[in-house]
């Protein structure tokens, strides 16, 4: 099941970060999110893109090589915990997010959790 877990997030994080490395700007405006500057598509590229497709890149290591299952769900659990810390902090601080934004928020707290019970399952190996 863990493996599996982990071959569904690398798939997750893979599509998005393809999205957002091959048309930044329309991944941005389907969320709602306004870029501007020249910098701007280079940014979203980098961190949306990149970080991506190297979570998708050690998730799918975890999924295939047992060695790799605790590395990526540890880092899962520090990636996902970190932005479920982030928006709980942004709602707190307001404004809060438009209503589509909740889907992220919510895969971010699923998956989050879903890893602390990977990681609890996988201990020990």
């Known amino acids: ?10 798939v997750c ?14 991944m941005a405006s389907g969320l709602g999110v306004e870029v501007g500057g020249p910098n701007g598509a ?3 590229r980098g961190i949306y893109g990149g ?4 979570a998708a890149a050690l998730a799918g290591a975890g ?5 790799m299952t ?9 990636y996902l915990g970190g932005y479920v810390f982030a928006r709980g902090a942004a709602l707190a601080l307001g404004p809060p ?3 589509d934004f909740y889907v992220f928020i919510g895969f971010e707290i ?9 990681l609890r399952a996988n201990a020990g190996r």
């Open 1 to 10: 099941m863990i493996r599996i877990f982990l071959a569904a997030m690398a």
């Open 13 to 26: 994080f893979a599509a998005f970060g393809l999205w957002s490395l091959l048309n930044p700007i329309m």
């Open 42 to 44: 280079y940014e979203l």
């Open 51 to 54: 970080v991506s497709l190297g």
């Open 63 to 67: 999924a295939v090589r047992s060695v």
């Open 70 to 78: 605790r590395p990526a769900l540890w880092f899962l659990a520090a």
């Open 97 to 99: 997010p438009t209503a």
């Open 110 to 118: 699923a998956g989050f959790i879903l890893t602390l019970f990977a």
